[in-house]
């Protein structure tokens, strides 16, 4: 594989470091184009700043080999943590050909989780680091208001929040205190040191998850760490290794080297393999072990289905399409073949323990979601989420992040209940959902109809969307499959913060805009979400050296641009 080629040199996108509070955080910078006005003079554009959560991949300083891993930016602050001692050591092996690397654990009856840092006042290296990120924007400029005319890049539409309480400007304090009431987490194993570290919580910046991993019947560690890549090329802020195949200890391992952004698992999946795929061997011994050997790897939160209670089976069974999730389907058989109680469940205070000992948050699995318009918002739904929030509370009794995972496929008109909802009966822990789906009539375009509902249900409240790609329900993402995915979900991410009113989040629609009307084509190209594909659409029917004022939509001849720009001369709109 050939990662140099996954990040290609472009002199006007490079990386911009931000030094404050003692960290150093890293973001993109685009240098635009001079304006010209109607003298001819040349006017000086501003670079434009933007959040970046690609790592060291899109550093040209730094050298791409998957087999030394990503600089440890975090080890200094995790050693330094009296609540932290080390437990052992992983060796290298031919398989995971890395240097071997020390174990952390916390100390006995100490919890080094940032809600047990946050409750009691203490502001760590990783909040400090995510409030210089989610103020990236406004590095742009100082101030953001409607107040602003229409043609200055400071000017920005009123939001409508719904509630949350977004402030002009992130503080490392403002970070601690919504950690500490559970509105907010920081995914951040003392283990995983190769980590920047990114929050989540309706109150910032919307993120978004990629799935990637293995399968019985498709894929190896070279593909998946490509479409890890990919995926922080794009824009993923967080990782799901979802493998189900073979050499899932090896696959997780090459990922957390190589991965800036917090990863994810659903650990019942190695638990289930370790079995040979028979649920009737699963215990509660098996997924244990499996939860401590995935926490000393450096896995920053679990998927773990412990809402799947047996109250809900029989209301599932009377749905359009009963249990679409994974987990939550292996769960439901796992009580009806030993006439017993989700173990997840009953074993969930051991859990939190285990979690606790390496700061892993939670995300607690909607094993019950739909999987059909027809079951939106039933009995067997609402159910798991009432659970969710009594767990939650659980958890946060032993210092633990979590947030709640949602929907699924919600049709338009049900989607703003499930906000209302989660927020009511989940005290406002962050929601993290899949989509939803608003239709389920176009399988090969389910990235498009989930995004319509991703944007939605994150203008009310959702505070990480999981991407869906075209590939949903009908195979194994490949690596286009990502791209598109991840863009699409960028694209309804950025579209719920505008309509949020996020602070500064207007700046780069009114640095393209501007672009635009002026045919500086190549700003256009670096300011998208994606500069390759719009790049290579313009150039597809021009000339690679065309620079003139129209596209091959108008021509020179009937360009509205070039229209208006002679209306706002003659009516001194210059």
Known sequence: MDTEKLFLDNPKRSKFYAFKDGVKVGMTQVELSPSVNSKGEKIPNAPVKIYDASGAWS???????????????????????????????????????????????????????????????????????????????????DKFSSEFPRKDLRFQHAGNSFGASIPQEITPEFVRDEIARGRAIIPANINHAELEPAIIGRNFLVKINTNIGNSALASSIPEEIEKMLWSIKWGSDTLMDLSTGSDIFETRENILRNCPTPVGTVPLYQALEKVGGLVEKLDWQVYKDTLIEQAEQGVDYFTIHAGVLRRFLEPAAKRMVGIVSRGGAIMAKWCMINNAENFLYTHWDEICEIAAMYDVSFSIGDGLRPGACADANDEAQFGELKVQGELLKRAWEYDVQVMCEGPGHVPLHLIKQNMENQLDWCSEAPFYTLGPITTDIAPGYDHITSAIGAANIAWYGTAMLCYVTPKEHLGLPEKEDVRDGVVTYKLAAHAADLAKGHPASQYRDNAMSKARVEFRWDDQFNLALDPEKARSFFEKRTSKVHTGEYCSMCGPKFCSMRLNRELRETLGGE
């Open 59 to 141: 550093d040209v300083d730094f050298h791409r080999d998957i087999t030394r891993g990503l600089p440890k930016i975090r080890s200094e602050w995790i050693s330094a943590r009296d609540e932290v001692e080390v437990c052992g050591q992983l060796d290298p092996s031919e398989k995971i050909p890395f240097s071997s690397r020390k174990i952390f654990r916390a100390k006995k009856g100490r919890r080094p989780t940032q809600m047990y840092y946050a409750k009691r006042g203490i502001i760590t290296p990783e909040m400090r680091y995510v409030a210089v990120r989610e103020n990236v924007a406004r590095l742009n400029a």
